[in-house]
């Protein structure tokens, strides 16, 4: 590779005269004077942008390089000292070219260069069999493969890149409306299935079916337009043909993500609810709806005596704060009035074991003194509700303060012997009842309409104390999940689903799908991100609760076109929507690979997707961009060398796109191969579309089902009902903020 320097090799160029880091300058030979040379069984680029130039830099090893810019100067610019410019006769013509890595003969290219070109190295053009090295992708072993993405519209040659790199990590496609991105998710995919598919079959035997590549490829098709291109093999029955507004489709069959598998983030955000004061009480809902739906009848006592001994320790608590403060800063009045409630509690429980004997739950030897230590407490002095009320007409607030002598030393007593006995209580209740451990994020079917009902929200209030102050701070939730439930654009949440177990099968496919097209077009906008967001959760949690031996086992690759509908950066006033479905994906980006799901994201405008999911991206296929505001953010992620590649971004034809990242040997521009059959993304072609006798545009059609949609009605005539009414209350006259 390196040239005989005392003849002129054919493929030289020109020599170096620049040398600055990762950027050299090559002076061209006078005799270049077109943008190609031509050399035995050879024609060749020579000034293209983008094309590549290499350096013998050691024997047997070449740096590479890539034309990043072309000039010519009919003058040597004056030093610093002088005033004057020299004329040239003949003018220089000088390219600028940057680094990217290096040859070495029967090796791989190796991304890097560890030794750079000298002054007066030459410049050389590459032969077929370097160029090759350049743009095509050398498997390491045999657990990986080059995957063609298509030809250099400079030199014609595949450029190819490693399948595993490609769809392990993030890969971002980026690019204008029209330049081709789901020209170029479709194309990838397809060549991806195509190498998968053509795989002989290997020497043992699956038992009973015949094999199959494992590969999934989770498509979020947010303008419906993938279902062309990934057609299904067998129409079944089920499928339908007709999209309906509010509805989302997997493969062609309507897919629900019911409420109850949003976990309590989702569900807070769902329902906008206060961190404050509203929070609390929606866990506690959404937790006894979920154990309600999961007990049996025959051990609903059980359920209901574990909450009232949980009221039981939560009074316990309560009285172990206020009585360690004994120095007088003590509510006392509190104090009596949770002794009062402590009493009532457990004459409850009394009655529940009862009714609970024959299943051989029985109450603690040391429940038969619970109401002498009661009373012992009372008669050393602890007020009434008419004393309390004398010392507050009095103001007397020192006393009305202070637990009086002696008090405080039996309450720390009395909580200090009872509490580990209704926690062992506790315990042997769930063990003989069998009871599940429920929490609210416990994927628990359940009937959304459950949440409408105000007395989960009287119940759940009730354990934290000041009930009718909380009811009042959690009406604007209680309005708002009224609202939601009845909003047909959210019924996606609210209808249907099936089992837990339907619907992991319908997001992943069943054994043979190998693209699910997931086409969420139908959705409305404020809808979209909440979709999304469950989804991709879904889909890590899946991956996440693996075993780790398991984790890597058949990867899933999630698809998320149009993704700045969804993954916005942050802002402050945003919807809580958009808040989930970006922290969901920033999560999958930085965590996914470890757990076998990797993300293509697909967008026009770089500068509306989350930075953090950007700069996770691996590798990157940007088409053209024309927005200078785009094109600056975009080069804020990429490496410094990569940056000047970008310039070409506006001029790019459709179809065409840089290639950057690990997964490539060299950052190229390639045309990506045209997929077959093609994504449903064509651009409109307006004077053939507008000649006389063409189809027109049916509003009528259209009509039709968004009046259906919004008329309030269902199918079947019949009208929506609230299972309970609850009063209505402006959201101006509370503050949702207001802690209780």
């Known amino acids: 590779m390196v040239p005989d320097l005392g003849v002129k090799n054919v493929r030289e160029v020109g020599r170096v005269i620049s040398v600055f880091n990762y950027r050299v300058k090559v002076l061209l030979d006078p005799d270049v004077r077109s943008q190609i040379r031509s050399y035995p069984h050879r024609i060749s680029v020579v000034t293209q942008i983008g094309g590549y130039l290499l350096f013998p830099v050691a024997p047997g090893e070449s740096a590479v390089g890539i034309v990043i810019g072309a000039s010519e100067n009919e003058t040597i610019e004056a030093d610093t000292e002088r005033d004057m410019a020299l004329q040239l006769a003949r003018s220089r013509r000088i390219l600028t070219i940057n680094l990217l890595g290096q040859l070495r003969e029967s090796m791989p290219f190796e991304p890097g260069v560890s030794i750079y070109p000298v002054l007066e190295t030459p410049a050389l053009l590459p032969t077929e069999e370097e160029l090759k090295t350049i743009l095509e992708y050398q498997p390491r072993d045999n657990r990986d493969i080059a995957l ?9 040659q595949d450029v190819t890149v490693s399948f595993n790199d490609l769809l392990a990590r993030p890969f971002g496609v980026i690019g204008n409306t029209g330049s081709g991105k789901s020209w170029s998710v479709a194309s990838i995919i397809q060549s991806a299935l195509a190498l998968l598919n053509k795989q002989e079959q290997p020497a043992v035997e699956q038992q009973n079916r015949e094999f199959k590549p494992l590969p999934k490829f989770i498509i979020l098709d947010i303008n419906g337009e993938y279902g062309s291109a990934f057609p299904l093999k067998n129409t079944e029955s089920e499928m339908i043909s007709d999209r309906e507004l509010n509805k989302s489709y997997i493969n062609g069959k309507p897919f629900e993500l019911p409420l109850w598998i949003f976990n309590l983030t989702e569900l807070i955000s769902f329902f906008e609810a206060s961190q404050a004061s509203q929070v609390p009480v929606l866990e506690r809902v959404i937790t006894m709806i979920r154990e309600d739906s999961v007990d049996p009848d025959a051990v609903k006592p059980f359920r209901r005596l574990v909450r009232i001994v949980d009221k039981c320790l939560n009074y316990l608590g309560s009285l172990s704060v206020y009585a360690a403060e004994a120095d007088g800063t003590a509510v006392s009045d509190n104090t009596a009035e949770l002794i009062s409630h402590l009493q009532e509690t457990i004459y409850i429980i009394r009655e529940l074991a009862r009714e609970l004997a024959k299943y051989k739950v029985g109450l ?17 002095g602890l007020r009434s509700k008419e004393e309390y009320e004398s010392l507050r007409k009095e103001k007397n607030w020192a006393e009305f303060q202070r637990l009086p002598p002696g008090v405080a030393e039996e309450v720390v007593q009395f909580v200090a012997k009872l509490e580990p006995v209704f926690q062992q209580f506790r315990l042997d209740i769930v063990t003989k009842g069998g009871l599940k451990q429920i929490i609210a994020d416990s994927p628990i079917q359940f009937n959304p309409r459950e949440l409408e009902r105000d007395a989960h929200f009287h119940i759940a209030a009730s354990r934290h104390g000041a009930e009718s102050r909380i009811q009042e701070f959690i009406s604007t939730l209680r309005l708002r999940i009224h609202r939601q439930l009845a909003d047909k654009r959210w019924s996606v949440f609210t209808q249907g689903g099936g089992s837990l177990e339907d619907i992991l099968w319908a997001m992943t496919g069943q054994d043979d799908d190998q693209v699910i097209v997931v086409d969420c077009s139908m959705l409305a906008h404020d809808v979209l991100p909440f979709f999304c967001a469950v989804f991709g959760r879904i889909l890590l949690e899946v991956r996440t609760q693996a075993e780790p031996a398991k984790r890597t086992v058949q990867p899933y690759v999630l698809v998320l076109e149009e993704a ?3 993954l916005k950066p942050r802002n402050q006033d945003e919807a809580p929507g958009l808040t989930l479905a970006r922290e969901t994906f920033e999560r999958i980006a930085k965590e996914g690979r470890k757990f076998g799901l990797s993300l293509i994201i697909a967008s ?7 930075a953090t999911v950007l700069s996770q991206c691996a590798n990157f296929l940007v088409h053209r961009i024309q927005n200078p505001e785009d094109i600056e953010y975009f080069k804020k992620i990429l490496p410094i060398g990569s940056r000047d590649l970008l310039e070409q971004l506006p001029i790019l034809a459709p179809g065409e796109g840089l290639l950057l990242g690990s997964a490539v040997n060299v950052a190229a521009r390639v045309k990506v191969r045209k997929p077959e059959p093609v994504p449903t993304s064509d651009t409109p072609r307006p004077w ?12 009528g059609e259209f009509l039709k089902t968004w009046i259906h949609e919004s008329d309030g009605e269902p199918e079947d005539g019949s ?15 509370f503050d949702d903020e207001v802690p209780f």
């Open 688 to 699: 053939e579309a507008w000649q006389p006798g063409k189809e027109q545009f049916n509003i």
């Open 148 to 156: 063609v993405v298509g030809p250099s519209p400079i030199y014609r």
């Open 364 to 380: 603690p030897s040391q429940f038969n003194g619970i109401e002498k230590d009661i009373e012992k407490i009372r008669e050393r």
């Open 564 to 566: 700045h509908n969804y």
């Open 719 to 733: 009208k929506d009902t609230l299972l309970e009414e609850t009063e209505v209350v402006s959201e101006d006259d």
């Open 604 to 610: 026009q405008r770089p500068s509306d997707v989350s």
